[in-house]
């Protein structure tokens, strides 16, 4: 058969699909595919640009297997540009050569568009879209920042999906950043004036300042022509180092302009429902298409319009007719989804929101005039539930709608509701039934299949919980026993990563993926990984990569509460505090203004501090002789005592000092959960030791150890584990106890469900700790002394250092300005947060506001 060239124009997210699906469907059987891309890079995943800083090099970025472009009759040219195209003879020139083509694409994407702005391509302006724009602004920021020998100041012009982007990477470089939005709110094309509004709060409570209904009128420089000021229409000016450019994109239809092709007057080629354009032998795709009378700015319509020409070019009459624009953006920790008529257009829609502005969450589904089919929605703060309802969209919601967004009850339905037509993944337009079918008819059994063979969840990765509940029903229905991975980007356990960490001797996430996972991480693995390195190696938590790694509380050493602000807890070993301790906790909690409890642990708690204030509160409480009390963090909390022998007439040993060695011994020990332990001084239990993961109660003759209890939702008493042991057997048997636990529990396993899980429950528990039956008692002794030893207060290593101390930044132009929008009111001699009628403001509570779209009822 006669072969025809098929000539691709640009190599990124969507030429590539395109390549995969003719590949898929021996398109190159018939077609020689040549690829050129401008940029030196093969397609790299340009919607998970941001990663790009956490990653060691661009190639973590590339998409899809790189054997693709090996495959015969492929081939990829990078670094490459289409200077221009003859659509009269089919040719384009590469190189300042004609090449001649029998069908081309063009897949040329967008650039980022950067408003008439004057001073906006001054030095250290930057817009978003690339590797090479991200290698630019990171180069910029380090630099300026040694030159000027402090934090660099930076402004995100935009604040849409990419300037919060652009923001997030701003601020994981160090910068003091703050984003103006010519709009009254953030989103303002996702995300209604309620969402807006939460979302402004959650982002300044990250430490990003926020300026919305702000219009740049110009860009001001220094004598060198760097970027120094920025000024607006209204407001104070702003002293910048950095500027990044937000404001939209526009498409690269330049070829096609040159080439007398039909183009949008707003931009874009136009192209029929088979992506074809004007000329018969030229089709778009991707961003630079304007299909359907309008171009689309997600990579899902851009997949879908690649499939469609790959149809097309073998003979097939594939169309393209609509596309889910939902989108969900987890940034700084902020979870933002917007999916369906998230604005609620259609006529007589009618919307359920949950407003709950201290907690910075806003819920809104829109529904059909008879409440029953979800049309669309916003999820703001907590966006948990997103991957259950988009698929719903267009299909009865089934059940009340305020239980999908009261918190806490947002349980999303059993995957067995979902209908097959339901689109799972709208990036790569996969069903329910699609997926059902992967398991049942193409044998997928984990995830990673499913992926392969379906495409779900390899773009944005939203619809992957929802693929894995699928998979797992499914697989249950068959009969077929489910595994215990990690997550999708580990095939292990968190027991099997632990012994892989702890035999290969790796120290770091990255090379933990490359050589044992895949993929990029996720929240499941990401802070696991974090746990385990802490618990093999004594390194600070926000080290290098690892300050990454961790959950929001472990990544500011501090309790988030529901303000916002973060509570300070400084350890009390046993509960025993001196009169000179408590009056600098004293001194500190008056000069921050902190309201103080004493907590269920024997400590006290110092509340309503500001992000920016924690390093100067823990400077005098390091100065006094405190250290982290590591309320935050999945590691050993408390050792709670009695008084004991010193002072009680019925203590018949010293629980308070063996408390204190037990409680100096374990003290940042990172584990799958938190642990307590408890020391009563005699069988009276003052100290309620058997509610405690480890619980040690005095005897005439020594101690009895009791393991696996708790309090909490499901309250356990723990069971007596080894009775009259001397105090150096006891430190033995808790040394190996919990070590054997960090080692081989599950995450977020507490020790009662974990002795449970144990092949052999206490009793194989007991032998291996007390006669050492599976041979490792050396080892985990061995393991407990590093940890003993290594052992460094980590809220002290964090005051030497000014790297580690920039994390603690909250409002770049006035660093000791409280936010305006905490409030407080007094209440029994304290501080304690407003509640939302002292502010003025309405809580949507359990009684949801119901209006309809034409205004409230
Ligand atoms: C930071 C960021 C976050 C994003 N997040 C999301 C998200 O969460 N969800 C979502 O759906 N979308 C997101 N997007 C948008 C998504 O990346 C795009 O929709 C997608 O990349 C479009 O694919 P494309 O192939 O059409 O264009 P591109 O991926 O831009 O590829 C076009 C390529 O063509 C090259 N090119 C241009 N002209 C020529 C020429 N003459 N010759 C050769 N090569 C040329 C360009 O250099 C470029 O490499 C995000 C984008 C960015 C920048
Ligand atoms: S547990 Fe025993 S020793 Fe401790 S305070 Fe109570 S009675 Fe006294």
Not at 70 to 81: E, K, N
Not at 477 to 506: K, M, P, T, Y
Not at 537 to 543: A, F, K, S
Request: contains cysteine; hydrophobic residues 40%; glycine residues 12%.
């Amino acid at each position: 058969m006669e072969r025809s060239t098929l000539v691709v124009a640009g190599a990124g997210m969507v030429a590539r699909r395109l390549v995969e699906a003719l590949v898929e469907r021996d398109a190159t059987s018939r077609w020689d595919v040549e690829v050129y891309g401008e940029e030196v890079h093969a397609p790299y995943d340009r919607v998970a640009l941001t990663s790009y800083f956490d990653l060691s090099g661009p190639e973590e970025l590339l998409l899809g297997d790189a054997s693709l472009w090996d495959t015969p009759g492929v081939t990829l040219h990078t670094g490459t540009a289409v200077e221009s195209v003859d659509a009269s003879a089919r040719t384009v020139v590469v190189g300042g050569q004609e090449r001649r083509y029998d069908a081309l694409v063009l897949a040329t994407g967008s650039y980022a568009a950067v408003p008439p702005v004057e001073g906006a391509d001054l030095r250290g302006c930057f817009v978003y879209r690339t590797v090479d724009d991200l290698d630019a602004l990171r180069t910029w920021v380090s630099e300026r920042e040694a030159a000027l020998g402090r934090p660099v100041r930076g402004a995100v012009v935009g604040g849409g999906l990419l300037g919060l982007e652009a923001a997030g990477a701003l601020t994981a470089l160090g910068t003091e950043t703050t984003v103006v939005e010519f709009a009254d709110r953030l989103m303002p094309v996702q995300v209604d004036a309620g969402g807006g509004e939460a979302l402004r709060r959650l982002v300044e409570g990250l430490g990003v300042a926020v300026r919305t209904s702000t219009a740049t009128s110009r860009v001001v420089a220094d004598d060198a022509g760097r970027v120094e000021r920025m000024e607006f229409a209204s407001g104070d000016p702003l002293d910048v180092d950095v500027v990044v450019f937000a404001t939209g994109v526009r498409p690269r239809d330049e070829l096609a302009r040159g080439a007398g092709l039909a183009v949008h007057p707003r931009g874009g080629v136009l192209a029929d429902e088979g992506c074809r354009t004007s000329d018969p032998a030229v089709y778009a795709v991707g961003e630079v298409a304007c299909v359907s009378d309008r171009v689309w700015g997600l990579v899902g319509p851009g997949y879908t319009m690649a499939e469609v020409v790959a149809d097309r070019l073998l003979g097939g009459e594939a169309t393209f007719a609509d596309a889910d624009l939902s989108t969900k953006l987890k940034l700084l920790g902020v979870d933002v989804a917007s999916f369906g008529d998230a604005f609620g257009t259609t006529p007589d829609s009618l919307e359920v929101v949950y407003a709950d502005p201290v907690q910075g969450l806003y819920k809104k589904l829109v529904l059909s005039d008879d409440a029953s089919t979800l049309l669309g929605g916003v999820l703001v703060g907590d966006a948990s539930a997103y991957g259950s309802l988009r698929p719903l969209v267009g299909h009865p919601l089934g059940g009340d709608p305020s239980a999908w967004l009261l918190p806490e009850s947002a349980e999303g339905p059993t995957t067995g509701a979902l209908p097959d037509a339901a689109t799972v993944c709208s990036c790569n337009n996969v069903t329910a039934g699609t997926v059902r079918c992967a398991v049942t008819d193409q044998g997928c059994t984990d995830v990673a299949g499913v992926k392969a063979c379906t495409k779900a969840g390899t773009s944005c990765g939203s619809c992957v919980p929802m693929v894995k509940q699928l998979l797992h029903a499914q697989l249950a229905e068959a009969g077929i026993e489910v595994g215990n991975d990690l997550c999708e980007h580990f095939s292990l356990s968190r027991a099997q990563l632990f012994d892989v960490v702890r035999v290969s001797g790796i120290r770091t996430f990255s090379e933990l993926l490359t050589t044992h996972g895949r993929g990029r991480g996720c929240d499941v693995c990401r802070p696991v990984a974090a746990s385990i390195l802490a618990s093999l190696y004594q390194e600070h938590v926000l080290d290098g990569e690892r300050a990454a790694l961790q959950d929001t509380n472990d990544h500011v050493m501090a309790n988030m509460q529901k303000d916002g602000t973060y509570s300070v807890v400084p350890r009390i070993p046993g509960g025993e505090v001196t009169p000179e301790g408590l009056i600098v906790i004293g001194e500190v909690a008056k000069d921050f203004g902190l309201y103080t409890k004493i907590t269920g642990g024997q400590r006290i708690d110092l509340f309503g501090a500001r992000i920016e204030q924690l390093p100067a509160i823990w400077s005098r409480l390091v100065d006094a002789g405190f250290e982290s009390g590591h309320a935050y963090g999945k590691s050993l909390r408390t050792v709670k005592s009695c008084v004991g022998s010193t002072w009680c007439r019925f203590g018949v040993q010293d629980s308070v000092g063996l408390a204190i060695a037990l409680e100096l011994r374990y003290r940042g020990l990172r584990s799958p959960h938190k642990i307590k332990l408890g020391v009563s001084g005699c069988a009276r239990e003052c100290a309620e030791a058997r509610g405690k993961d480890v619980g040690v109660i005095a005897t005439d003759h020594g101690w009895n150890m009791y393991v696996g209890g708790n309090g909490g939702f499901t309250p356990r008493h723990a069971q007596l584990f080894a009775e009259d042991l001397t105090t150096e057997q006891l430190v033995r048997a808790i040394d190996r106890f919990l070590m054997y636990y960090v080692r081989t529990a599950d995450r977020l396993q507490r020790t009662a469900p974990w002795v449970e899980s144990v092949e052999g429950g206490i009793d194989a528990i007991r032998a291996v700790v007390l006669d050492d039956s599976l041979g490792i008692a050396a080892d985990l002794d061995a393991a407990m002394d590093a940890h003993v030893g290594g052992y460094r207060d980590e809220w002290a290593a964090t005051l030497e250092d000014p790297e580690k101390l920039r994390k603690f930044a909250s409002f770049v132009n006035a660093p000791d300005v409280a936010d305006p929008d905490l409030a407080y009111v007094p209440e029994r001699g304290q501080k304690r947060p407003a509640t939302a009628e002292e502010r003025g403001v309405v809580i949507g509570g359990p009684t949801l506001p119901v209006r309809t779209a034409g205004g409230p009822l």
